[in-house]
């Protein structure tokens, strides 16, 4: 059966980043580092493909990610070359963002969430090499990423590419999902776990108070901080997940919403922000500020009415994407628990102006934001073997098999950019 508590997280983590946009409260990214997260649970989807599959893993990744994301393209980009975007070769890299694909003024911030999806791509490309040297060297591999970032914001590479400095970021998160996914998280006892989790989490919070950035203590602009604290809670709550969790589906709601979220992770993150740039000035001019408590209200649940409209229209993509049956709306099949893990997917991901076109999620106004994994083998635990559309499954040691499905993008949008209305955009 899937581990519906990270399926659970998941679900938070992408309602988070959803209402951290439209509200902007630098809190949320303290209490739940939410982009750290769904890299985390990508992480440990994608050694779960790779374990199965070998490097044709990269390719179903490719696959399951892209075409929401063409979706999205085929509707903006037309829209933005009427708007004086130029037509050049670059605007191909909306096919591929392998770099950050141009956007005119208004684009660079409805479009900004592109950031998570050019990570994604890097750390997809990179996580066969990543995975062969995690398995011979574990500790200096997850270390690296780490190391990275500090010789970057330390000033040794002060002109350091965009997605170098991600990787420092962010691929510390993945390759914790690769240690999840392996047990290894899981085998370090309280003894060590706890310590190592409070001791991170300390010193990121110091740096964090000591370092506030821009908009006071939001994660986004403090880096090492960022990093630290999200290592910490990424041991707590992933390196100690339950194996199981049905309790999540005892309420029909409840599971029926965290499987929707699952199964159209990529959808919500990609869609979410144009509707919070859209509704901005919309709710302003009939009286309800985004600056007074009711404004933000209405522009949550606007944002999230419009988020299940589009996700009815185009939710459907991810599921042929992933070769399933595609559903107007995702968990109808099975009143039981084993029906809902037979329905449920492996999400993909899963999980960034003027006249002049910008890279969406570049430069200054960058924006920084969520596979599907497995672990190594073990010489006492025998590979799990699963059709190419079924979830990916984390085994430990000591636990039984659980399924995960994979993480979609991690919903941030552009750092520091400001909407005509005052309201600033970031990552997540």
């Known amino acids: ?16 980043v959803v209402v951290y946009h439209v509200t902007g409260w630098a809190a949320l990214t303290l209490i739940f580092p939410a982009m750290s997260v769904m890299f985390a649970l990508a992480g440990s989807l994608m050694a779960a493909s790779l374990d199965r599959t070998g490097p044709a893993a990269v390719l179903r990744r490719l696959r399951r ?72 060297a574990p500790l200096p591999t997850l270390l690296a990423p780490y190391a990275l970032l500090a010789v970057i914001e330390f000033g ?8 170098l ?38 010193a990121g919070l110091t740096w964090i108070f000591t370092h506030p950035g821009p908009r006071g203590y939001d994660l986004n602009d403090i880096h090492i901080g960022n990093a630290l604290w999200s290592a910490a809670f990424i041991l707590v709550t992933i390196g100690r997940a339950p194996a199981r969790a049905e309790w999540v589906d005892r309420n029909a709601v409840v599971g029926r919403v965290v499987t929707v979220l ?16 859209a509704l901005t000035p919309l709710v302003d001019v009939v009286g309800w500020s985004h600056r007074d408590p009711v404004g933000l209200a209405v522009r949550v649940v606007l944002v999230f009415a419009l988020l ?22 995702p968990g109808g099949f099975g009143a039981t628990p084993a029906g809902r ?42 590979a799990a073997r699963r059709s190419s559309t079924a979830p990916a499954v984390t085994r430990s040691p000591t636990t039984p098999v659980s399924r995960s499905g994979p993480p979609r993008g991690r919903v941030p949008a552009q750092r520091g950019v400001r909407e005509a209305t005052g309201t600033e955009i970031s990552a997540g």
Do not use: C, Q
């Open 1 to 16: 059966m899937r581990n519906r508590y990270l399926d659970l997280l998941r679900s938070l983590a992408i309602v988070r």
């Open 308 to 329: 299940g409209v589009v996700t009815v229209l185009f939710g459907w993509i991810e599921d042929v994407a992933a070769r399933r049956a595609p559903e107007l709306l």
């Open 65 to 136: 990610l892209l075409p929401s994301l063409w979706v999205l393209a085929a509707v903006f980009v037309p829209a933005m070359l009427l708007t004086g975007l130029p037509l050049t070769p670059k605007v191909l890299l909306w096919l591929l963002p392998l770099s950050d694909p141009p956007a005119n003024g208004w684009g660079a911030v409805a479009l900004s969430v592109i950031w998570y999806l050019r990570d994604y791509l890097w750390f997809v490309l990179a996580s066969p090499l990543a995975r062969w040297l995690f398995r011979r």
């Open 156 to 163: 040794v590479l002060p002109a350091a590419p965009t997605v």
């Open 262 to 277: 699952n199964r159209r992770a990529l959808t919500v993150y990609l869609w979410h922000m144009p509707f919070v740039v």
């Open 165 to 202: 400095r991600e990787f420092g970021l962010y691929f510390g998160a993945w390759l914790l999902g690769f240690a999840h996914h392996d047990g290894l998280l899981r085998r370090l006892g309280d003894r060590v776990l706890v310590p190592v989790a409070l001791a991170l989490g300390a």
């Open 341 to 382: 893990a037979t329905a449920a997917p492996a999400s993909p991901a899963p999980a960034g102006a003027g006249a002049e076109p910008v890279a969406v999620g570049v430069g200054s106004t960058a924006a920084h934001l969520d596979g599907a994994p497995a672990g190594p083998r073990s010489p006492t635990t025998p």
